[in-house]
């Protein structure tokens, strides 16, 4: 397994290139915050739960609704995958407790040391009622949206709603997040943001998941694009892919790239992630690879204005009940 805090300084890597990835990758390696004012201190410590929204055993995830200095919150919490890189480590420095014997197995209860047992915590405060909404266990509907459904349904719902991208913006303005940038092109047209997504702890690659944000702000979604985007969506997989190499030695064969529809905020993103890890929403009723896009706008440059597409919505989405109403369901 690749340790990604080790970087090899690649003389082929590009001039752009190797200035952006020099500070990137220094926080979450001491399991510090990246505010240096919250290192230490545990702003979860006067979390109330109110309730538990849902959670996984095969996921090792628990998301928590409550409240923080009377503010509506949501906390995540997961247990991270166990790094080869501290294997050694763990098995020296931990203590165990016999559990079952029997014959040739036996099972232990291992108590590893605190900085190598480690949870990633995700805090969302003030959450709103979507916040809340977003991790309730739903169950889901498939919607077959033609292109009439989208101007008369899909497009008035998402501008009524305005979902705030000011953390989107955060990025691309670097008041947010600057330091874990890993590429940038910076042209206003064709340039993106390429860093990790909240989702990747950067442990280890297993479960490796970046995100190309893009300098344009003006594309909604994968409903937006047309033909006029191919330069961006090459530029996309061509300098992502490249710098994913550089920084994780991960080639264009182990990762996914693609685009959601619906997409969770309204302002073009692509997911990389790494083949082997069932990222939430790589299925194939949301994620639209980024090779087919581009040869779909090849053959028909309004493919994604005419076409019916299908996905996935949460009984309680909004948008589910615009479909009905619609009659549509
Ligand atoms: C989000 C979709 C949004 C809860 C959670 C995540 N990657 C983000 C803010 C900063 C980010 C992301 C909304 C929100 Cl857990 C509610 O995602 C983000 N920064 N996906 C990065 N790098």
């Known amino acids: 397994m690749a340790d990604v805090s080790k970087r090899e300084n690649n003389p082929e890597a590009t001039e752009d290139f190797s200035q952006r990835i020099k500070k990137a990758k220094t926080d979450h390696e001491d399991g510090r ?76 209860r291992l108590q590893a040391p605190p900085h190598l047992n480690e949870m990633k915590a995700t805090l969302v405060c003030p959450a709103t009622e979507k916040h809340v909404k977003k991790y309730q266990r739903q169950e889901s509907f498939l919607v077959e949206e033609t292109a009439d459904d989208y101007q008369s349904i899909t497009l008035p719902f998402i501008q009524k709603q305005s979902f705030s991208v000011q953390w989107v913006y955060n990025i691309l303005e670097k008041k947010a997040e600057s330091e874990r940038i890993v590429f940038e092109d910076s042209d206003p047209k064709l340039g993106f943001v390429l860093l990790p997504d909240f989702k990747w702890d950067q442990k280890q690659t297993d479960n490796l998941y970046l995100i190309a944000i893009t300098h344009q702000r003006n594309i909604k979604s994968l409903r937006d694009l047309r033909s006029e985007h191919l330069p961006l969506l090459q530029n996309i997989l061509q300098k992502g892919k490249e710098a994913i190499l550089q920084r994780y030695s991960l080639p264009a064969s182990k990762m996914r790239v693609y685009l959601h529809y619906q997409p969770s905020y309204y302002h073009l993103h692509i997911h990389f992630t790494k083949l082997g890890y069932e990222a939430p929403g790589c299925g194939v009723e949301r994620a639209h690879l980024l090779t087919d896009v581009i040869q779909n706008l090849h053959s028909d440059p309004h493919y994604y204005k005419t076409r019916t597409l299908s996905f996935p919505l949460r009984a309680d989405d909004g948008l589910l009940g615009q479909f009905k109403k619609a009659g549509k369901l």
Do not use: C, M, W
């Open 33 to 108: 915050g990246e505010n240096g004012e919250e290192s230490g201190k545990n702003v979860l410590s006067g979390f109330q739960t109110t309730t538990v929204l849902s959670d996984s055993a095969r996921e090792k995830t628990i998301f928590v609704h409550g409240k923080l200095a009377d503010q509506n919150a949501v906390v995540i919490l997961e247990k991270t995958p166990i790094n080869e890189d501290i294997l050694s480590e763990i098995f020296k420095a931990s203590t165990l407790e016999l559990d079952i014997r029997n014959d040739i197995y036996s099972t232990y």
